[in-house]
Each structure stands twice: as C-alpha cells, then as structure tokens.
C-alpha cells in the first residue's frame, strides 16, 4: 500500500513523503490515526505543500526544544543499584527509571517512550540517546555504579564491559 505521510512517523519518513508501508499498518495504525492518507492523485497533488509547511513547523519545534535539548545532553545520572560480583545488576535500569531521573534532577518531564536505549542491566558508563524530535536527540550520561561504593570517576567505568545493546552504547 502507497501512502502520503501527514505527519513526522519516527522510523518511517517526514510529511510530504510517499512511502510504501505493508497494508495491515496502513490501514490499522497509519489511517486511523490521521498520519497518513492514501497516495491517489488529488493527494500527490497537495503532496509538495504539505512537505513544505512540515518543513517549517518541523524547523520551528527544532528551534523550541532546543535550549530543552542543551539541558538534558549535559545531565549525568548516577544510579546506585546492588548488583553481583561479575557486574551484573539484580534487576535493571529501563527508560521509565531514566525519565524519573531526569525529571527529578533538571525538572524536564520526559516520556518513557522517547528514550529509546534497551533496560540496561550491567554496570558502567552509558550513553542513552532521548528523541525529542526526529531530527533533535540529545544524550544523556548514565553512570550505574555499586551500591555502597565510592564512585570512582574512570578506572572503576573503563574497566565495565560493553553493553549489548545498540542505542545504550558505553561512553568513549
């Protein structure tokens, strides 16, 4: 199925963009929720002013979050959390914990949703990316350390082993 996007869909293509997406998304999700519309015609006719007027909204809400975004990507969030002898943590920490954290350090409220780093589950030094906007996304350092440690700034972090997942990657 073609379809003309409405609105920015993440991980699908701006306003103003044909896309060819499977039927069931376009018809269950992508319609239903106004993002999109089928690529007739009369719709690919509206198609360059609709790209344009994205643009500048889109340029606009960039400009707004801006100062947000200088705000979170200079925060370190420390998380103390028990943890075994291998580094392993008894538990994790998952985007609603970091969300939490943000917004009790800077006061910045911050989806769950937009941070989209896997549940981290080993010590170290972390850093996990916050999509405010799909072209704005900024990153914030997590430092998950012993509970009951005195953290030590590089030595205890450099010897941490990497994380398995892509978007929390270990800091260099």
């Known amino acids: 199925m073609r379809v003309l996007l409405l609105k920015d869909v993440y991980k699908l293509g701006h306003a103003g963009e044909v896309k060819k997406v499977a039927d069931g998304y376009g018809r269950n999700y992508l319609l239903p929720q106004g993002l999109a519309t089928l690529a007739t015609a009369a719709a690919l006719k509206q198609a360059e002013t609709l790209r344009?007027?994205?643009?500048?909204?889109?340029a606009k809400l960039n400009e707004e979050l801006k100062g947000v975004a200088d705000q979170i990507s200079g925060l370190t969030l420390v998380f103390p959390v028990k943890a075994g002898?291998?580094?392993?943590?008894y538990g994790s920490i998952t985007s609603a914990n970091i969300a939490a954290k943000i917004k009790?350090?800077?006061g910045l409220e911050v989806d769950r949703r937009t941070i989209t780093?896997?549940?981290i589950r080993?010590?170290?030094?972390?850093?996990?990316?916050?999509?405010?906007?799909?072209?704005?996304?900024?990153?914030?350092?997590?430092v998950v350390h012993r509970e009951g440690e005195v953290l030590k700034a590089t030595e205890e972090t450099a010897s941490a082993p990497a994380a398995p997942a892509e978007e929390a990657t270990p800091a260099a």
Not at 85 to 89: D, I, S
């Open 52 to 58: 344009q007027n994205a643009a500048i909204a889109r």
């Open 85 to 89: 002898e291998t580094g392993k943590l």
């Open 104 to 106: 009790e350090t800077s």
């Open 117 to 119: 780093a896997q549940p």
């Open 122 to 142: 080993e010590l170290g030094e972390y850093k996990v990316p916050v999509r405010l906007t799909m072209d704005l996304v900024p990153q914030v350092k997590v």
